[in-house]
């Protein structure tokens, strides 16, 4: 069943409030976001889970996903050994951490200086990183998601060369659309191969008011059958919490 959730980070309020927030607005869940200090993050804390898990249940909502974004300072074609090392322990933490908070998807992120290059796609550093994480994924029932400005056909690639059931995509139409791809079309490509959605439009744009063609992009969804989260990652603009409403509104109505 589709359920609708957001970046706890897009929300005008403190970490401990941003759980009962995202249900005050009406969303289903919250992507519990991670920077390059991740370490500060609660889940890296003593007693960390249980009081995510607290906080969830006290609201009445679910922790959809986990964004470790600082991964990228760690990503598997990092030149130097022992940093590429913590970034695939980071996962690997992340892995074991999902069924304790009742999630199933972790993002990984590929932006900036941890971008993929067409270069990388078939590199044995590359995929060997992948394939170490994705092992423990596997073992934990969870989902490696991967978010980069690679192609459908690329990712495919990737998937195909690790052969993990614990490796997809965490699909973005806003970026694939801003990377000049075709995103309704990469949609029904992916297939099954898609495990999470974030809901975004070009130019910083509400959704539904930028480039993307959300009609054909829902009705690829549902052609594959796509019955997860879709995650805001829209802008919050002068007023957030209007902002994340609109949003969520238009996935509600649109889907």
């Known amino acids: 069943m589709m359920k609708v959730g957001i970046r706890d980070g897009m929300l005008p309020v403190s970490f401990e409030e941003s759980f009962q927030k995202a249900k005050d607005i009406g ?29 969830a249940a006290a609201a009445g909502i679910e922790v959809a996903s986990l964004s470790p974004g600082g991964f990228t300072a760690y990503s598997f074609m990092h030149p130097t050994d022992s940093t590429r090392s913590e970034g695939i322990a980071k996962l690997q933490y992340l892995a074991e951490t999902c069924p304790k908070l009742g999630a199933k998807v972790i993002l990984v992120p590929f932006f900036g200086n941890g971008q993929i290059q067409d270069a990388h796609v078939t590199a044995p550093r590359f995929l060997d990183g992948l394939k170490a994480a994705a092992e423990t994924a ?15 056909t690329q990712h495919q690639q990737i998937i195909d060369s690790v052969g ?11 970026n694939a659309t801003g990377f000049g791809y075709d995103a309704p079309s990469e949609i029904r490509a992916l297939g099954s191969g898609i495990v999470q959605m974030h809901i975004k439009d070009t130019g910083g744009n509400h959704a539904g008011e930028g480039d993307v063609d959300f009609p054909a992009v829902f009705e690829s969804a549902h052609a594959i059958g796509y019955d997860s989260w879709f995650v805001l990652e829209t802008p919050g603009k002068d007023e957030p919490v209007a902002a994340a409403e609109k949003n969520l509104n238009f996935v509600r109505n649109s889907f």
Request: hydrophobic letters at 40%; proline letters at 2%.
């Open 27 to 55: 969303f289903d869940g919250i992507e519990l976001c991670m920077g390059v200090n991740y370490r500060e993050h609660p889940l890296w804390q003593g007693g960390g889970v249980d009081k995510v898990n607290s906080l």
């Open 138 to 152: 596997e073992k934990h029932g969870v989902f490696l998601a991967l978010e980069s400005t690679l192609s459908a």
């Open 164 to 174: 993990s059931s614990a490796v997809g995509v965490y699909y973005d139409m806003g």
